[in-house]
């Protein structure tokens, strides 16, 4: 299983979203090989900055509180950030 605070990835999987959604954006566009560079290249960046943004820092809160909010996320708010992260994911690969 991967183990999210410890930003690892070990199946791949994120990678794995990131070449596909790359893929479908170069083929929807009909950008031919530049499109799909192009896709793939910000498909990827939004991808981890998806991702990233489940450790992101509130500039308004203490280190302490930050490390309590991502602490929560990863336990009783699970089934909430696996909702958002799957929509927030399947979005950047369908939609453009």
Known sequence: MNNPLGNVDPSGEFLILA????????IRSDGGIKGFF???GEDFVNTFKII????AFDSNLTVGQNLLNIWSRFTWELPQTIVGLVYNLGHNLADR
Do not use: A, C, T, W
């Open 38 to 40: 192009k896709g793939f």
């Open 52 to 55: 990233g943004e489940l450790f």
């Open 19 to 26: 070449i596909l959604s790359g893929i479908v954006r170069g």
